[in-house]
């Protein structure tokens, strides 16, 4: 959810969810608890993400690609009743004749840009590039000079360096208070900061950790997995690390590991990282085995959450409603996300389809949907009418 | 000439499984089948003129790589989707 939309809401909540075979909405009546499912959208595309404008509460976009064909960007205007496709997805430079140029694998992360420039928004590629609209996602072009900066390219790194599907670049934030002080994490190559709106970026990633072996220095070794920065305080971010769980309190620098108070056996290595809308001392993650060869499962097949009300002090378990064992299912970065209802309503997509939803801040589990595609993301909004 | 559409491809040209287009080269003909269905192109060439890694282009018999593959006005060109996926 766009950290800007942080007022308490209440009535139908919408899902908005991104599977590797098409896109699904689903929608709640008032009291969360029953939810109906729409037909699949784009039926056998990989949907990487799905967002809906907070601004009109009409808008949403998502970012597609097939097995075979390029990547592209969907868009509907009425509340997902009717879609078009972008005349212009993000593209990189075209090198000239003889050099090599990248191209965009897919495109992987939607960010809706500031409150005060509607129809405008930013877009994280693999590999790793950054792009804007301003005209309701139908047209995109290069944002900033990172994607042909050589010390970006630089920190980039190689197909080698980043996901198994990829590297990306990811959690694009817009500051609340200021539509020209920006974030964006890259996986790999670290966390980065504008404060000049987008004209110069430079690394956040001192606090962090490496893979034991490699220098905390290079930028490149920097695995960001997600970043959220509080609506009620946007001077605290949170993030899930490759190498941990981070908070951060500007106009500090540096990262303060607070995943090292999470219970041994579980660890605090995972993906998503959700942040309360209302209270920047509450956080949850969604922790996965990260241990040896990096199974990506919940650690002993026994999925939770946990949550932290202190900042990252303390961490308890959540797991009421979810299964008790045998659950070899994890949660991608952008499957987990929050409602702005009161007590908070949360919600995690697995990669084996299903969603799981807590309308009490994760004290209890309920499914809501099953047999889903595996999923990539789960977007929450308060859809207008 | 005429462009054979895959399946995957035909939401973009209202389900017509060929196209007639004009061209001196293979580029020229794909910029043709952009005109009239727009989006088409990118989706099987990156913005680096290559063909995308799981798709393949035919003309006649003949896999051609090069968008620069001078045609002929009998051509025959089949857009493929490789035998790829999960």
């Given at each position: 959810m766009p950290s800007s939309t942080n007022a308490i809401t209440s009535g139908t909540v919408t899902l908005f969810i991104g599977t590797r075979k098409g896109a699904f909405i689903l929608k709640s009546d008032r009291t969360r608890r029953t939810w109906k499912l729409s037909a699949p959208i784009y039926l056998g595309h990989i949907i990487h993400h799905m967002v809906c404008d907070?601004?009109?509460?009409r808008t949403i976009l998502m970012a597609a690609s097939t097995g075979h064909l390029g990547p592209t960007i969907f868009r509907s205007t009425d509340g997902g009743k009717t879609w078009k496709e972008s005349t212009a997805p993000p593209t990189f430079r075209k090198r000239p004749e003889g050099e090599k140029g990248r191209t965009v694998g897919h495109v992987f992360w939607l960010t809706p840009c500031?409150?005060?420039?509607?129809g405008s928004w930013y877009t994280g590629t693999s590999p790793q590039g950054l792009f804007r609209s301003d005209d309701g996602g139908a047209t995109w072009k290069p944002f900033s000079s990172i994607n042909d900066d050589p010390q970006y390219i630089e920190w980039m790194g190689s197909v080698q360096d980043g996901t198994p599907d990829g590297p990306k670049l990811h959690s694009i934030i817009v500051d609340p208070r200021d539509p020209k002080h920006l974030y964006f994490g890259m996986s790999g190559g670290g966390i980065h900061e504008s404060i000049d709106g987008g004209k110069t970026f430079a690394p956040l990633i001192k606090g962090m950790e490496t893979v034991e072996g490699f220098d905390a220095s290079v930028v490149t070794y920097h695995d960001p997995h997600c970043i959220r920065l509080c609506p009620s305080n946007p001077d605290r971010l949170y993030h899930q690390n490759h190498c941990g769980i981070y908070r951060i309190d500007r106009p500090s620098t540096e990262w303060v590991r607070?995943?090292?108070?999470?219970?041994k056996k579980v660890g605090d290595i995972g993906f998503p990282m959700v942040v309360h809308p209302r209270n920047a001392d509450t956080a949850w993650v969604f922790p996965m085995?990260?241990?040896?060869?990096?199974?990506?499962?919940s650690p002993e097949g026994k999925p939770a959450a946990y949550v932290t009300r202190n900042g990252g002090t303390k961490w308890i378990r959540q797991d009421k409603g979810l299964p008790r064992s045998n659950a070899w299912w994890t949660v991608k970065r952008q499957a987990m996300t929050h409602d702005t209802h009161n007590p908070v309503g949360l919600y995690v997509g697995t990669t084996q389809g299903e969603i799981w939803a807590s309308h009490n801040e994760g004290s209890t589990w309920t499914c809501i949907?099953?047999?889903?595609?595996?999923?990539y993301s789960v977007e929450a909004a308060a859809l207008g009418r | 000439m005429r462009i054979h559409i895959p399946g995957a491809l035909r939401s973009y040209t209202g389900q017509q499984t060929e196209v007639e287009v004009e061209g001196a080269t293979l580029a020229q003909a794909l910029d043709a089948l952009d005109q009239r269905f727009p989006g088409i192109r990118f989706r099987i060439i990156t913005e680096q003129d290559t063909v995308r890694p799981h798709i393949r282009i035919f003309v006649n018999d003949r896999q051609k790589f090069h968008l620069a593959e001078l045609l002929h006005d009998d051509d025959e060109i089949y857009i493929v989707c490789a035998l790829s996926g999960g």
């Open positions: 907070p601004r009109d509460k500031h409150a005060n420039e509607p607070i995943g090292k108070t999470m219970p085995d990260g241990t040896t060869v990096w199974p990506r499962v949907a099953k047999h889903l595609p595996e999923i | -």
